[in-house]
């Protein structure tokens, strides 16, 4: 998946850094609750929370997503808008998310969150660099490497459905979908 961008100012955030240039477990207010959140780019925007100042441990099957996801997603501090990981730590090793995708909302998997997931986990201090990440579609292998700083991601991979794109001829829908 390639390196990770901590740097506040080129994830977009404009949450202000509290480590380095980074923004690590900083608080911010969502609907009316002070949420934890650590920001991370992987090509695109991450805000990760692992909990609130008041409940350090959450419970994804418990977050109401489609209420939550949006607060989230257009919050002024994410000038572009963003995607948003609910985790779950279970282990050092072992965490379970669930994420809104900025503009798609609610999503089975997202492999580029799961990846953000462990880098914010990371540097939070809360694993390892190797994670097992169950979503709902499935778990997903995530190792941040430090020989090279970047991103590995292994895991099941399927089809989606087929459609008939206008203006592509058969070949097309028989070698791409």
Known sequence: M???????????TKIPPNKN?????????????????????????????????????????????????PKFEHHTLFPARTNTE??????????KMRVWERGAGATLACGTGACAAVVAAILEGLSERNCSVDLPGGPLEIEWREEDNHVYMTGPASGGTRRNIQGYPKFFYDTFI
């Open 21 to 69: 240039e980074s923004v690590v477990k900083a608080q911010i207010e969502v609907d009316g609750v002070n949420c934890n959140v650590t920001c991370v780019s992987m090509g695109n925007p991450h805000c990760v929370t692992f909990g609130t100042t008041e409940n350090q441990n959450l419970l994804v099957d418990e977050i109401n997503l489609a209420d939550i996801g």
């Open 2 to 12: 390639g390196e990770p961008v901590v740097k506040a100012s080129d994830i977009p």
């Open 86 to 95: 609910f985790v779950q730590v279970f282990s050092r090793s072992h965490l």
